[in-house]
């Protein structure tokens, strides 16, 4: 899912995989067990659906399509893009167009997979029991610049179903102000990453992120939210 995340600021540091070991319910080892940790761009084909403060900003998705021509704009025209929409814009189209980053591959694209998920290995504990759902805390953990320190200012829960057994949200948020750099305070920030199984799908998708990222930096005032739907998706390569 890391190819589609579109991370700014301090939330772009969010990036760091782990391979979990997981004994804090049978029900989350099932749950995690479902994700697909590997899949070709050319595979995908979707819709995503921006929205900020700014307006709404639609894209379409066919990795069929060669190397660095895979997004199309849908609305606006480019040249009605606000400086945030095309900077969101440009995360996306622009992803995979050297040669470095096309080695990355694609990795999970869609599919929720615990080896794209920023999470302290053996950190996740029962934190609320209902009767379709379980919420498992974990503690994140995250890579970046040296100069930022994050992790130790937020919490982590992963959302799981009982019937069937799949993930279907993972947060990280911080509950109180921090500052994780001299010159910058972050008064709000929440991620939320949002799965849905989908029939004919091997595992559940991205259907929802929201980020909210509000705070200051050299007292300036700045607001970095949005929201991305994806819709309309489509998947043809091999299961696991």
Request: glycine share 6%.
């Amino acid at each position: 899912m890391k190819a589609v995340s579109v991370l700014f600021a301090a939330a772009s540091l969010l990036t760091a995989p782990a391979a979990l070991a997981q004994n804090a319910h049978p029900l989350l080892d099932a749950a995690l067990a479902r994700g697909l940790d590997e899949t070709e761009a050319s595979a995908w084909r979707y819709t995503v659906t921006a929205t900020t403060q700014d307006g709404v900003m639609v894209g379409r998705f066919d990795g069929a399509q060669p190397i660095g021509q895979e997004w199309t704009l849908v609305s606006p025209a480019e040249a009605d893009l606000s400086d945030f929409q095309s900077e969101i814009w440009t995360g996306f189209s622009r992803r995979g167009e050297n040669a470095d980053e096309a080695a990355e591959g694609y990795g999970s694209g869609l599919f929720f997979s615990v080896d794209d998920s920023d999470i302290v290995p053996g950190s996740f504990s029962l934190a609320e029991e209902a009767a379709d759902l379980l919420v498992f805390s974990f503690e994140p953990q995250l890579e970046g610049n040296e100069e930022i320190d994050m992790a130790e200012h937020l919490s982590g829960a992963l959302t799981v179903s009982r019937d069937p057994a799949v993930v279907t949200q993972l947060r990280m948020w911080a509950p109180e102000s921090f500052k994780p750099h001299f010159a910058v305070r972050l008064n709000t920030l929440d991620i939320v990453q949002e799965f849905t199984q989908l029939d004919g799908m091997p595992a559940p998708v991205l259907t929802r992120l929201s980020q909210t990222i509000r705070g200051s930096a050299a007292f300036q005032e700045f607001d970095q939210s949005f929201e991305l739907v994806f819709s309309e998706i489509e998947y043809s390569g091999p299961v696991e």
